[in-house]
Structure formats: C-alpha cells, structure tokens
C-alpha cells in the first residue's frame, strides 16, 4: 500500500500503518530522504513496523547511495527508532532498469533480492487461535454496486460470503450488516474471489 506524504493526510497514514507487518522505505539516491519521508517514517516507527530501506535510482549519473544511506541513518536516530527498526536491511535499486540487489557491487547478479529480503524480514505473522472474525478497517466507500467496501486486514478469525458483521464505530455505536462478497486486489484492480465451496473460508 502506497501512502501520502503529506502532513494533511496524516489520519489516513495511521490507518493504514495499523494494516501492515513493515515497511519499505523508499528513497531517491539523488535527493535523499525529503520532508515527506520524514512524516510518513515517523508513523511507521510509532506503528511499531520494521522498515525495509529501498534507495532508488542508483543508475543516475549523480547518484550518492553511500551519502543518502547516512543521511537515512541520521534520520532513524533523529526520530528515535529502536535497536531493532535501525538495523534495517537496505536494497539498492533502479525501478527504471528493473532490478535491485543487496550490494552496489556491479558484478552482484539481480537475482530476486527485494523478495527473498521481504520475506527474510516479514515472517507469516502468528494470529490468535479465536474463532470470531475481527478485521481492522483501513479505509471504507459506497458504491452503488455492491453497496458499502470496507478494505483492512484480518486480525484473527474466517469470513465467507453470507456471514453475519458488526461495524463497530469510533463512538461505540454498532451496525448490523452481512458480507455479500469477498474482494481482492491485482495491482490497483479489484478482483472478486470466486464464491467458496461448502464450509470454505478466507482468513
């Protein structure tokens, strides 16, 4: 999930931040870590999530990688991170020229580095052995076809299509509704999941 940057939309920042396991932190080897960067990794770090560093664009001619890697170290200590959220993995990567790989050594091969460090850094996360559905809202809209989408993450439990939800707000107040469809995205398309089989569930 991509984020803003912007102070002004810092309340959607944190709701997002509430859905995610990491982070990946991306910086332009050229510029360095902007004021941006600065607002949106301080929501990470207060979230608790342990950042990925991706500095881009390291086939520019004026590329600074080595510079722009201390001057993102600086900013983890100025925003106070944890032992933890400072010893971050760091990625060197072109997204024009397709790849990335864990050190500036031009012989080192593209082999698969964001994934295999992604998966290294963010383990399957255990969730609590309960049986009732509870999911985190990011972010909610009305369509007039399907009616109300509500996108978060599966905090414990299963849903299938047809089951019973309660909408808890902010205020306290409850609402009553049942889950008509079950979507998922492929870039920024949503894509519906086939209607499970008998006893099926997504979690």
């Not at 991706?54 to 001619?61: F, G, L, P, Y």
């Not at 409850?174 to 499970?196: D, L, N, W």
Request: with cysteine.
């Amino acid at each position: 999930m991509d984020t803003p940057g912007h102070a002004d939309f810092g309340g959607e920042v944190e709701r997002i931040m509430n859905m995610i396991d990491g982070v990946l932190l991306v910086v332009d080897s050229v510029d360095g870590p902007q004021a941006q960067t600065r607002f949106v990794l301080r929501k990470a770090l207060e979230a608790g999530a342990k950042p990925i560093v991706v500095i881009n664009k390291i086939d520019r001619d004026n590329a600074q990688p080595h510079k722009v890697l201390d001057a993102i170290f600086e900013l983890f200590e100025s925003l106070h991170a944890t032992d933890e959220q400072l010893d971050f993995p760091v990625i060197y990567a072109s997204a024009k020229g397709g790849y990335a790989k864990e050190q500036l050594d031009p012989r080192q091969r593209h082999d698969g580095t964001a994934l295999r460090c992604h998966h290294q850094a963010y383990p399957a996360a255990a969730r609590p052995r309960r049986r009732r559905l509870q999911a985190a809202r990011g972010q909610s809209g009305l369509f007039r076809l399907p009616g109300r989408i509500a996108l978060g993450k599966i905090v414990c439990g299963k849903v299938k299509v047809s089951d019973p939800a309660v909408c808890i707000h902010g205020d306290g107040r409850r609402t009553q509704s049942k889950v008509t469809a079950i979507y998922h995205f492929e870039g920024m398309k949503r894509i519906e999941f086939p209607k499970p089989t008998r006893g099926h569930h997504w979690d």
